[in-house]
């Protein structure tokens, strides 16, 4: 974890059997996680998430044996999401561009995937019990090394001192927020909904906020 969900359902079949894995795949996991999102893991039913995907149960069987299975799933695909972007921080990367492209995807994840995020605050809440040694070995690595970016930028004089670990924690409360505590924004805001332009709006305040903290200035053309 995170890899890339069930890849023996779909990658030996790229017609028109291929395509409609993927797509009943991806009605699943969508469903699953607002299922579980709102549910929590002990509340959801496979039955309420296939009614969700408008899928037969038996579909969800064919893909997940068990709902665990599809609750781990539904985790592997959020961290998929949420750290791949992260590649772009590498020592010759422009500091500003990386940091803010990065604050860019998480907020869109936000955005576009904000039960993925609950669900993964959920699991953390809970004591992280089916991620444990996700968190505890390859993510730590994960942060190690890109901290270690950071701290050579800091050492060229790319950007100014910080604790490059604490900084990482910093985006991703920045960013999340916006997916887990949607609810609040909008309340305190008096707004139905987050449009496009409110996500476009936070972003840029949010990445001259973490760009403010390491003491870099937008690259020309990142529009914040």
């Given at each position: 974890m995170p890899e890339t969900v069930h890849k023996q359902h779909v990658a030996s079949n790229d017609g028109t059997a291929g395509r409609v894995r993927r797509a009943a795949l991806a009605q699943i996991l969508a469903a699953a996680e607002q299922v579980f999102a709102e549910t929590g893991f002990n509340g959801a039913t496979m039955a309420e998430i296939a009614?969700?995907?408008?899928?037969?149960?038996?579909?969800?069987?064919?893909?997940?044996?068990?709902?665990?299975?599809?609750?781990?799933?539904?985790?592997?695909?959020?961290?998929?999401?949420?750290?791949t972007p992260i590649?772009?921080?590498?020592?010759?990367?422009?500091?500003?561009?990386?940091?803010?492209?990065?604050?860019?995807?998480?907020?869109?994840a936000?955005?576009?995937?904000?039960y993925a995020s609950k669900v993964f605050a959920n699991e953390i809440l809970h004591g992280a019990g089916h991620i444990l040694d996700f968190l505890s070995n390859d993510l730590k690595t994960l942060v190690e090394e890109k901290a270690a970016v950071l701290?050579?930028?800091?050492?060229?004089?790319?950007?100014?001192?910080?604790?490059?670990?604490?900084?990482?924690?910093?985006?991703?409360?920045?960013?999340?927020?916006?997916?887990?505590?949607?609810?609040?924004?909008?309340?305190?805001?008096?707004?139905?909904?987050?449009?496009?332009?409110?996500?476009?709006?936070?972003?840029?305040?949010?990445?001259?906020?973490?760009?403010?903290?390491?003491?870099?200035e937008p690259s020309t053309g990142e529009g914040v």
């Amino acid at each position: 974890m995170p890899e890339t969900v069930h890849k023996q359902h779909v990658a030996s079949n790229d017609g028109t059997a291929g395509r409609v894995r993927r797509a009943a795949l991806a009605q699943i996991l969508a469903a699953a996680e607002q299922v579980f999102a709102e549910t929590g893991f002990n509340g959801a039913t496979m039955a309420e998430i296939a009614e969700k995907a408008g899928l037969p149960k038996a579909n969800l069987h064919y893909y997940f044996g068990t709902k665990e299975e599809l609750y781990r799933a539904v985790l592997a695909n959020t961290l998929e999401m949420w750290l791949t972007p992260i590649s772009a921080i590498c020592p010759a990367a422009d500091p500003a561009k990386a940091i803010a492209d990065y604050v860019w995807a998480k907020m869109e994840a936000a955005r576009l995937r904000p039960y993925a995020s609950k669900v993964f605050a959920n699991e953390i809440l809970h004591g992280a019990g089916h991620i444990l040694d996700f968190l505890s070995n390859d993510l730590k690595t994960l942060v190690e090394e890109k901290a270690a970016v950071l701290d050579g930028w800091i050492a060229e004089g790319r950007m100014r001192p910080v604790d490059s670990k604490a900084f990482f924690f910093m985006i991703w409360a920045m960013t999340q927020h916006y997916a887990d505590f949607d609810v609040q924004i909008r309340l305190v805001l008096g707004k139905r909904q987050l449009s496009r332009n409110d996500f476009a709006y936070f972003t840029a305040e949010v990445t001259r906020a973490v760009l403010r903290v390491a003491g870099l200035e937008p690259s020309t053309g990142e529009g914040v």
